[in-house]
T-cell receptor, first 112, second 117 residues
């Protein structure tokens, strides 16, 4: 069965600094990979997805992620964070063509 | 707003009552998925439905939980005789097709926060 690990429960970063969120997955086949963001009391918004092709994918809000098959990782990055980036971030793997398996999430706090 | 619509946003029930959660998919989407998010955890898959059909309910508890997606109207997640452990956020997602391989991600609603007294 597939699984997703987000090693960092909570990250604090200064506004304007870079951000990297880690995601490792376990899945026997070619993965479909996603990053979602959840603001407090809200639903999940898709930041970006990897289905195939270029391993560096660009998403919304200035985020990007790199798929590294050899490391089973799909880390999310942003060069310069804004206060509005404070939220919870979820990495997910798509299996069986439709079933998403989520990590436990990383909460990002942005300090002024 | 053409997004996935869920209602109610918040639902409070006493133990033993029934909870009904509704989800209207995005326009043009005929595939609906329900996920549950327990406190401090990621979302867990519950059930996948197409119009009038349950495709995969492997994540649904065997008792008290049921889901439907009728030909007309929203998808309904029904929890009978609720218990404290049912307190969670329930999210609905939809997609135009049922397979990621066709490049179709799932789009999520804002969820229903269910609290059991």
């Amino acid at each position: 069965a597939q699984s997703v690990t987000q090693p960092d429960i909570h990250i604090t970063v200064s506004e304007g600094a870079s951000l990297e969120l880690r995601c490792n997955y376990s899945y026997g086949a070619t993965p479909y990979l996603f990053w979602y963001v959840q603001s407090p009391g809200q639903g999940l918004q898709l930041l970006l997805k990897y289905f195939s092709g270029d391993t560096l994918v660009q998403g919304i809000k200035g985020f990007e992620a790199e798929f590294k098959r050899s490391q089973s990782s799909f880390n999310l990055r942003k060069p310069s964070v804004h206060w509005s980036d404070a939220a919870e971030y979820f990495c997910a793997v798509g299996a069986n063509d439709y079933k998403l398996s989520f990590g436990a999430g990383t909460t990002v706090t942005v300090r002024a | 707003n053409a997004g996935v619509m869920q209602n109610p946003r918040h639902l409070v029930r006493r133990r033993g009552q029934e909870a009904r959660l509704r989800c209207s998919p995005m326009k043009g989407h005929s595939h609906v998925y329900w996920y549950r998010q327990l406190p401090e955890e990621g979302l867990k898959f519950m059930v996948y439905l197409q119009k009038e059909n349950i495709i995969d309910e492997s994540g649904m508890p065997k008792e008290r939980f049921s889901a439907e997606f009728p030909k007309e109207g929203p998808s309904i997640l029904r929890i009978q005789q609720v218990v404290r452990g049912d307190s969670a956020a329930y999210f609905c997602a939809s997609s135009p097709r049922g397979v990621f391989g066709l490049g179709q991600p799932q789009h999520f609603g804002d969820g229903t926060r269910l609290s059991i007294l």
